[in-house]
């Protein structure tokens, strides 16, 4: 059984922690209510990071496509092209093409999050001249979350091995309520990455991405197999990335199919086990199958970079945890992956899952590469400061871009 519970206040450290103590949850929220997420646009600082890169005139631009929409489908076809919209100027701002519109640096994440946000708050509430159902509604917003997060724009090259296709995806900006200035480099790599073509030792490697939430429910409702499984027989590699310890980059050898209930974006936390589809089939673990011997071994940037072997289990008719420094033990149940029991240990076991059920497991290599902390630069770690950025947080962005670029070249040369 799944236990839903809701968190107030400071949501945590990091993407791969564990924690929990929420408290009870309030009745689910109907249509019309905001998201804890959308209660945070007003803040001073999403505001600030909208405006000084120019996508605070995204929303606005949605309204009016939507305030001339006369049916549903003509809406749908509004939310498509505004979504992919903003997408592929995320990108294109990434990688130096068009305007900056504003003077934040152009590696920031920051702006696609809460732009995506402020254009969900105009889906919901939205009053149209016609009869809009609640799915109809939810089917909009739908269409805006996989547009707006490069889901329905991946290009892969045409099959054979001139170049070579890596699949790369990223997360949401998270823990928010501690410090709403937060970025989130996974997110950051993914608009540095996509489209783009990395020379290795075997020629050619084009890299597609696509970024996802920080949301338990869309987790269960399968966004990660929805999203990767048209891809996986296509590609050559594929990494989950996501933040995770302080000052280092760990492969995670080994996921586990536990929820620890740390509260997500939305304040929600979940503990029980990863629900999948045919759960009588469904492993405690699943294993990586990137290169990381030759992954570690590689000078791949400034930070170091670990093959975290970790875990914490149930061992075989035991009641409680255990931490296996050297991976899980036979028969063990999981309760915590190398990445933790948060979203990033499950959208590697997702992942790992998806590709083992498609008997790619001895083809395909695939797992998770969790980045440093990104962290501010001296003197601005005070979140009530109200500074979105400095040159040390700039610096420590595009130096785990930089890194995260080298270390898929790596896994790309690896045979």
Known sequence: MHSIRVRA???????MAGLSAPTTASAVE????????????????PREILRRSGFD??????????SGA?????ARQIVEREGSALWRRAVDRAQG??????DLSRDDDRPLYWARLAMTREVRTWEPGFGLSDAQRDALRDELERTSRGQTTVRLPEGGKKTKRILVTGFDPFTLDRDIRISNPSGATALALDGTVIETADGPARIETVVFPVRWQDFTDQTVERTLRPYLRKVDLFTTVSQGRVGRFDVERTNGAWRGGFADNDG?????????????SQPQWTTTTLPYAKIVAADTGRFPVYDNTEVTEIPAGGTGPVVRPDGPTPGSAARKGGGGDYLSNE???????LRDRLGLH????????HTPVLEFGAGNTDPASGTVTDPGFVRNRLDIIAQVRSILTVAAEAD
């Open 9 to 15: 206040g400071v949501l945590g450290l990091a993407l």
């Open 268 to 280: 929600i936390g979940v503990t029980g086990t990863v629900p999948v589809t045919d759960p009588a």
């Open 97 to 102: 093409r068009g305007p900056t519109g504003g």
């Open 362 to 369: 001895d083809v395909l290599p695939g797992g998770h590469v």
């Open 30 to 45: 109907t249509a019309p209510a905001a998201s804890v997420e959308e209660q945070r646009l007003d803040g001073a600082v």
């Open 347 to 353: 959208i590697a076991y997702r992942a790992t899952l």
């Open 70 to 74: 006369r049916s549903y489908p003509r």
């Open 57 to 66: 005139a995204a929303a606005p631009a949605l309204a009016r496509g939507l």
